[in-house]
């Protein structure tokens, strides 16, 4: 006898349930406000502009994949000169380690301040001087420098030679 009271007391409240969830149709019609996302602001006029296309460098654009002695840094106020890795630094800071020779076209393999190895041959610019080398003959290479008077001007040239290091004597 206990349960039918409780199904008595559903029942009752059952209407007022459903009439509290507004099962009315003009509720549908109404439009339900909703905050519209502020104005975009335009961004300013740079980033507007595409990109700009590769430079050549020397007439030839640059390979992500090549050495960057390919495309060496400019020297700053002479725009026609380009510096290469090589260029840093005096040549006595430069190690020799293995020379190529008696080839047509000989190379040498140069260990440079920064701990990095380079593979050098003829014409190849090198030294803080803007050398040149001239040639790789036995076991040495030999840097043309241009030596400059305070004004900028050449005054002489001068070969200087770097060799491989002595064999150490005793057999090892």
């Known amino acids: 006898m206990r349960r039918y009271p409780f199904i008595y007391i559903v029942i009752a409240a059952l209407p007022l349930v ?89 190379r040498a393999l140069v260990l440079a301040p920064d701990g990095k190895r380079y593979i050098v041959k003829t014409g190849d610019r090198f030294g803080d001087k803007r050398g040149v080398i001239s040639r790789i003959e036995g076991r040495e290479l030999f840097v043309k420098e241009k030596v400059r008077d305070d004004m900028g001007q050449v005054v002489d040239t001068v070969e200087k030679s770097i060799g491989l290091p002595m064999e150490r004597e005793g057999g090892g």
């Open 18 to 106: 459903l009439a509290s969830c507004g099962g009315g149709e003009d509720d549908l019609d109404q439009a339900i406000p909703v905050a519209t996302p502020p104005p975009r602001v335009a961004p300013p006029a740079e980033a507007e502009k595409p990109m700009e296309p590769l430079v050549p460098v020397e007439g030839v654009l640059r390979n992500p994949f090549q050495t960057y002695i390919v495309a060496p840094v400019a020297l700053g106020d002479d725009d026609d000169y380009r510096k290469g890795p090589l260029e840093c630094c005096p040549l006595e800071r430069f190690n020799l380690l293995a020379v190529v020779a008696g080839v047509d076209d000989p």
